[in-house]
């Protein structure tokens, strides 16, 4: 059974750099067809799709993140990360890392279970 | 990117069947088969139930069905369980991304 499970600090401060990792178990992160990719969710509030990476580096932002935004991946730790810079109180989330069947829409069929970041000094 | 627009909140009684819409434009819902639908409860992941408009992934009720007419897609639920309370999500791929976009949510509630 895949699974997938963020990490990184839980507490970030304003201005800085926000780094979170995605370890995926039960299966290769270079599995063809899949991508994986980043969504969030402020407390309370909906998701945003943040971005997606394919294992071969292939990277796809969203417009509204993208000059903020980069994701990484390291196929030899079957991992896959997330940092997002200049954070402020509006990036304050909780992160999922998700496994992406194809980059044609958002579908995410394995979740991580989330992890909170709180933007604050 | 805009988000695509469901109703904020629906209801129904157990046993009834309820449907909640994602509105968007021709550039994402209308123009493309690539719909899909979440259920998120409290503090939990969200569940892929739907994708490619009508597609249920394995292990999904097949109480759950999703369908497109125009720039609106729709996830009806039949026969309406306590389970089934918490929030529902749809996205679809966008012209204006080279991913998509997701819909603002709706909370449904089982009377």
């Known amino acids: 059974q895949l699974q997938l499970q963020e990490s990184g600090p839980g507490l970030v401060k304003p201005s800085e750099t926000l780094s979170l990792t995605c370890t995926v178990s039960g299966g290769s992160i270079s599995s063809n067809n899949h991508y994986w990719g980043w969504i969030r969710q402020p407390p309370g509030k909906g998701l945003e799709w943040i971005g997606t990476?394919?294992?071969?580096?292939?990277?796809y932002y969203n417009p509204s993140l993208k000059s903020r935004i980069t994701i990484s991946v390291d196929t030899s730790k079957n991992q896959f990360s997330l940092k997002l810079s200049s954070v402020t109180a509006a990036d304050t989330a909780v992160y999922y890392c998700?496994?992406?069947?194809?980059?044609?829409?958002?579908?995410?069929?394995?979740w991580g279970q989330g992890t909170l970041v709180t933007v604050s000094s | 990117q805009s988000a695509l627009t469901q109703p904020a909140s629906v209801s129904g009684s157990p046993g009834q069947s309820i449907t909640i819409s994602c509105t968007g434009t021709?550039?994402?819902?209308?123009?493309?088969?690539?719909v899909s639908w979440y259920q998120q409860h409290p503090g939990k992941a969200p569940k892929l139930m739907i994708y490619?408009?009508?597609k249920r992934p394995s292990g999904v009720s097949n109480r759950f069905s999703g369908s497109k007419s125009g720039n609106t897609a729709s996830l009806t639920i039949s026969g309406l369980q306590a389970e089934d309370e918490g929030d529902y999500y749809c996205?679809?791929?966008?012209?204006?991304?080279?991913?998509?976009?997701f819909g603002g949510g709706t909370k449904l509630t089982v009377l």
């Open positions: 990476i394919y294992y071969s580096g292939n990277t």
């Open positions: 998700a496994r992406h069947p194809s980059i044609l829409g958002l579908i995410f069929d394995y």
């Open positions: 996205s679809s791929y966008t012209s204006s991304s080279t991913s998509g976009v």
């Open positions: 490619d408009v009508s």
């Open positions: 021709s550039s994402d819902v209308g123009g493309y088969n690539y």
